[in-house]
């Protein structure tokens, strides 16, 4: 039996300040072997930062997954490479970084759905399956997949594809977390695992420059990463047998204070 957190978008230095301040209580208290969580907004909002990657690993994080934003801070470019920080294993071929991390027998693999993402991307299904076929002619089978993406029915056509081949695939990108938990043909899912950071704005930004934009067609001022009011940290905890999901639930702990788990239900 493997124990694997699961961890949505981190967003800005609050969220990496929710991060570091309980992952390793929590990893400790439940006996976690492995760790994902999504970074593509952990430095200031956008993208994740040569310095802020080396941060959060150091805090007990094994990979860092990505999205939409995952270039936005260059300098982390040349070290993908050979940091465990993954892209969306659908970018085209000849963009830097790689979409599937292995170690021991965990796979991790980072997609990114289509929808409302303005980015060239290659199909997502042809680029899931064709992965998922690799890894099983290897041998792997405790696979987990970050989908990250605008539309939940994407995420359940990926899911829908792979249930029954993967361990887990949970949805990132929206952050907001959803209730829709389950585990079905021995596969987790869940839509959106929901941020980590700042909880009364707009997902982790200050609401002003975004209400804005959406009132006048126009941005006036740079999109700020809130840094008042309640903090939440949210994740999920997978408990995988022989590749299989056997039980998971979502901890979550707003400022200090631990809210109601929210268990999967088994299908
Ligand atoms: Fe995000
Ligand atoms: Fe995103």
Do not use: W
Request: glycine share 10%.
């Amino acid at each position: 039996m493997i124990k694997v957190g699961i961890i949505g978008d981190i967003v800005g230095r609050i969220g990496r300040r929710m991060l570091i301040t309980n992952l390793a209580k929590i990893k400790e208290e439940y006996n976690i072997d492995f760790i994902v969580a999504n970074t593509e907004n952990a430095s200031g909002g956008f993208g994740i930062s040569y310095k802020n990657a080396n941060e959060i690993l150091k805090s007990g994080v094994d990979v860092l997954t990505g999205g939409n934003h995952s270039f936005d801070k260059t300098d982390i470019i040349p070290f993908m490479d050979t940091l465990p920080i993954l892209r969306p294993l659908n970018f085209p071929n000849e963009v830097p970084g790689r979409g599937i991390y292995i170690k021991d027998n965990i796979a991790v693999i980072n997609a990114m759905g289509h929808y409302g993402i303005n980015i060239n991307l290659d199909n997502v299904f042809f680029a899931l399956e064709n992965a998922i076929q690799s890894l099983q002619k290897q041998g792997i089978k405790n696979i987990i997949v970050d989908f990250h993406a605008e539309a939940s029915s994407e995420k359940r056509m990926a899911f829908c594809m792979l249930r029954g081949r993967i361990s887990a695939l949970f949805g990132t990108h929206t952050h907001i977390g959803s209730d829709d938990l389950h585990i079905q043909n021995d596969s987790f899912y869940v839509s959106d695992l929901g941020l980590c950071g700042a909880y009364d704005g707009v997902i982790g930004m200050d609401y002003e420059a975004p209400l804005y934009k959406a009132k006048m067609g126009y941005g006036k001022s740079c999109y700020k990463v809130l840094d008042n009011g309640n903090n939440i940290f949210q994740m999920v905890i997978l408990s995988i047998e022989d590749g299989k999901c056997k039980e998971a639930f979502k901890l979550r702990i707003l400022n200090n204070r631990r809210l109601d788990d929210i268990r999967a239900v088994i299908l």
